[in-house]
């Protein structure tokens, strides 16, 4: 008998979250990406969405315990972080927090950045967090894929600085001191773009030759 792929099925389980997250029903003229939850309950949506965060997480986690690593587990981790990101973006987007430009631009630097890396990669026959790069961009990636939990932190800050900006505007909640979480996870987020525009230099450098 084949083995079970404990964290396929747990990175499955996180899609299966995600799709539930977005309801059966829309608002008229709504897209996929209008969420039922998201405009019933924002505290709900918060949540449901941290959990996927964390499975997130831990099929990475269990993949590396139980010997289980594979280029399919890699590219589907991949896959749904960014359709996850995308989401989340959409939501904004649909409620005016972010601007068509601005979810665009966000969408873009996340999906392209990931997308052209994980090319270059796989062209070189690499892990996609093995690092590479010369100069301000070898350091910034080095930095970034060299410490995993400075990765994790700016991966979950990117992540709540959606979150939180959704819950402030759409959920109506206010305070100090989510007005200094949504300012720290901000800082995280900028950081997290730095590290997307270093990827895109580096695989564009390196795919041009």
Known sequence: MESVDIPLIVGLK??????????????????????????????KFFWLYSISVGLDGVDGLLARLLNQE???????????????????????????ILSLAQAAACAG?????????MIYKNAQGEHHKETGG???VKGVLNAYYGN?????????????FYLLLFVKHAGGAR????DAAVWG????????????VAQIAEAARKLDR
């Not at 995993?148 to 709540?160: K, Q, T, V």
């Not at 305070?175 to 989510?178: I, N, V």
């Open 14 to 43: 996180e899609v299966v979250n995600k799709d539930n997250r977005e309801g059966k029903n829309c608002e008229e003229g709504g897209t996929g990406g209008c969420s039922l939850i998201s405009h019933e309950s924002p505290v």
């Open 70 to 96: 594979s280029k399919l587990g890699a590219v589907l981790d991949m896959v749904t972080d960014r359709l996850s990101t995308l989401f989340l973006i959409m939501v904004l987007a649909r409620k005016d």
């Open 109 to 117: 630097v996340d999906v392209g950045s990931h997308w052209i890396w």
């Open 134 to 136: 010369k100069g301000i």
């Open 148 to 160: 995993r939990m400075f990765m994790l932190s700016l991966c979950a800050c990117s992540e709540l």
């Open 175 to 178: 305070g100090k001191a989510l």
């Open 185 to 196: 996870a901000g800082v995280g987020w900028g950081v997290k773009q730095v590290t997307n």
